[in-house]
């Protein structure tokens, strides 16, 4: 039986998840390290599938619109609270670290929600943000999501500068597996019947982003992005499905 809390533990096993996560606290390491002082707040947090990672830098809140997936962090032990991107229920100058891990692509005021987050961190205090890249890889899965635009790595770049941050490194990701997601992309376009299923919770279980990939796939994939996770710590690659960016609060 997948039960929401079975399904939300095997996300971490899914390639993508996985590279995404590397990548992420590749940028984290190098520009925080481990703590245990800080204050950091998940934005988006969904069933909390981040916070064990984040814990390693301080001390994790975790807030989202959805009450359901909540219901699971809470299940986890998790300090998580009901709220919105870019209404965020938190003082000024609260955290250390926010992150925004393929969030603001669903919120139709992106602008409220970078505002947001510089308002909650302190002067000093890093954003760490990813987002799906570049418009002309639209697809069905980009609709039965809910997402409002994809992003090029510059278009990020400006729009958080935009908005009083520095950033401190971006990149795309996914750069090796680019050509296959891509042309399947195209390849499927036009199709009436959507490629994934969503993520969100309905009323009998909570479906992950990504689609099944069968095992010896997934392991070889996975030791794909093994490798551009190290490439991407000191490396801007230079095309990728994703985008992500470490920030810091001026």
Known sequence: MHTPMNVVLEEDKHWWFASRTRAILGYLDR??????????????????????????????????????PLEVARQRGLQVQEGSADDLP????????????????????????????????????????TVPALMWLWSN???????????????????LTHHGFKVLQSSY???FVFPLAAGLILARRGRAEPELASPHFDDDAYQVEMEPTPGPLNMVLDGVGRVEARLIRGASLPIGTSVLCIAERR
């Open 173 to 175: 990701n996914n750069f």
């Open 141 to 159: 899965n980009d609709v039965i999501n809910a997402h409002q635009r994809r992003y090029t790595r510059g278009e990020l770049n400006q729009k």
């Open 31 to 68: 520009y925080m390290g481990p703590g245990t002082n800080r204050r950091i707040l998940d934005v988006g947090c969904g069933a909390g599938n981040m916070a064990h990672h984040l814990a390693h830098y301080g001390q994790v809140t975790g807030v989202d619109t959805n009450s359901r």
């Open 90 to 129: 938190f003082d000024d100058n609260t955290f250390d670290l926010v992150t925004l891990l393929d969030v603001v692509e669903h919120v139709p005021n992106e602008h409220g929600v970078f505002g947001e987050c510089y308002r909650v961190l302190k002067p000093g205090g890093k954003l760490m943000v």
